[in-house]
């Protein structure tokens, strides 16, 4: 009897690593490797090696490739414009602003980021993106006009 059970509990240990196998297989790697990767790009680091990996992981990586063309596309897209572009934030604060929006107002990129876009128009304007931003909070994104103001007046 005693061999019995001795054998069907090597047996189930035997089970148990074969599927631990292979789900690790299916995931493209160990715990530590998959847990290092994903951490990695919940930091927003997307510069993770995937060579040779397969399942999940290699999925991630291929994805992770997709994502830096895509960016590299658009950082492309962004500074050839012959338009200014910023992107302001939900407390009027500029978050990003591309070189051309720069030399339409005289400001270096780093005067504007960080800078509350209010102080960058006269009282009439002002009252026009107060409105605008307003409008916005409701869902409603109408195209407009602004005269920005320069730095040199």
């Not at 035997?14 to 790697?29: H, K, M, P, W, Y």
């Not at 060579?51 to 063309?69: C, D, N, P, Q, R």
């Not at 128009?121 to 026009?128: A, Q, T, V």
Request: charged letters at 25%.
């Amino acid at each position: 009897m005693l061999g019995i059970t001795l054998f069907s509990f090597i047996f189930s240990i035997g089970i148990s690593l074969f599927f631990t196998r292979q789900i690790l297989a299916q995931v493209g790697g160990e715990p530590a490797v998959i847990a290092r990767v994903t951490e990695q790009i919940a930091k927003g680091d997307l510069n993770v090696e995937f060579e040779g990996t397969t399942g999940i992981i290699g999925s991630v990586g291929a994805m992770t490739t997709t994502l830096k063309e895509s960016e590299q596309r658009y950082n492309i897209l962004v500074a050839s414009l012959n338009d200014g572009l910023n992107v302001i934030d939900e407390n009027g604060m500029i978050t990003f602003t591309n070189e051309k929006l720069c030399e339409m107002l005289g400001y270096s990129m780093d005067e504007l980021i960080g800078k509350p876009a209010l102080e960058l128009f006269d009282d009439d304007n002002r009252e026009i993106f107060r409105g605008q931003r307003e409008q916005r909070k409701h869902g409603k994104n109408d195209a407009y006009e602004i005269t920005w103001t320069r730095k040199d007046g």
